[in-house]
């Protein structure tokens, strides 16, 4: 069974533009979750989805979004970047939500995003 | 609110040493709790979680924890450290049922294996 696929592994882009990430889960997993990892304050919450609904989120500003489609990949976007949106992104599938029943994650290998 | 501190962010320990990395949380209702591993270039992996029931949780690659509530403590030990242990380790907290569920992770451990 394939694991959760991230694309792109690596971005690099410019102070205010936008950048979409892509996330595929496991096979049957409908529930995906994503982080912010950074040195200085290790991994945050975003969001997750279930079933094309955002379902918690996140202390992070309106700049980040994402959606859920139905056949359960995920994409998250930034708007207008700022040099502090560098970090690794990422993706955790599970079969049910978290908030449900604590179910294990299965994540990604992440996309490294880099703001210039 | 619930948090998690990971005391010491890079443990360094020989081949066959024990592994002990500390974590202690904050929580005010009964946690479900969680170590997770990181390899480089890798996403997270579950080690393993404590939800209820038996203190002492085993969990994958000889890993075990021990959920000792009056210490608020998860501590990950290991009796033998293999070099294939060298990663980053996290702990992480999260409330058990509500509706505001949020899986909070501390700032990692990096573990390193010397030969």
């Known amino acids: 069974k394939a694991g959760v696929t991230q694309t792109p592994r690596y971005l690099i882009k410019t102070r205010g533009q936008q950048v979409t990430l892509s996330c595929s889960p496991i096979s049957g997993h409908r529930s995906v979750s994503w982080y912010q990892q950074t040195p200085g304050q290790g991994l945050q919450f975003l969001f997750e989805y279930f079933s094309e609904t955002q379902r918690n989120k996140g202390n992070f500003p309106g700049r980040f979004s994402g959606r859920q489609f139905s056949n359960s990949r995920s994409e998250m976007n930034v708007s207008t970047l700022e040099l502090g949106d560098s970090a690794l992104y990422l993706c955790?599938?599970?079969?049910?939500?978290?908030?449900?029943?604590?179910?294990?994650?299965?994540f990604g290998s992440g996309t490294q995003l880099s703001v210039l | 609110a619930q948090s998690v501190t990971q005391l010491g962010s890079h443990v360094s320990v020989s081949e066959g040493a024990l592994v002990l990395l500390r974590c202690n949380y904050s929580s005010s209702v009964p946690p479900y709790l969680f170590w997770y591993v990181q390899y480089p270039n890798q996403g997270l992996q579950l080690l393993l979680k404590y939800t209820t029931g038996a203190t002492l949780v085993k969990g994958i690659n000889g890993f075990e924890a021990e959920f000792k509530k009056s210490e608020t403590s998860f501590h990950l030990t290991k009796p033998s450290a293999h070099m294939s242990d060298a990663a980053e380790y996290f702990c992480a907290v999260s409330l058990s049922g509500g509706s505001n569920y949020k899986l909070t992770f501390g700032k990692g451990t990096l573990l390193t294996v010397n030969p």
């Open positions: 955790a599938s599970s079969i049910r939500p978290q908030m449900a029943t604590n179910e294990k994650l299965f």
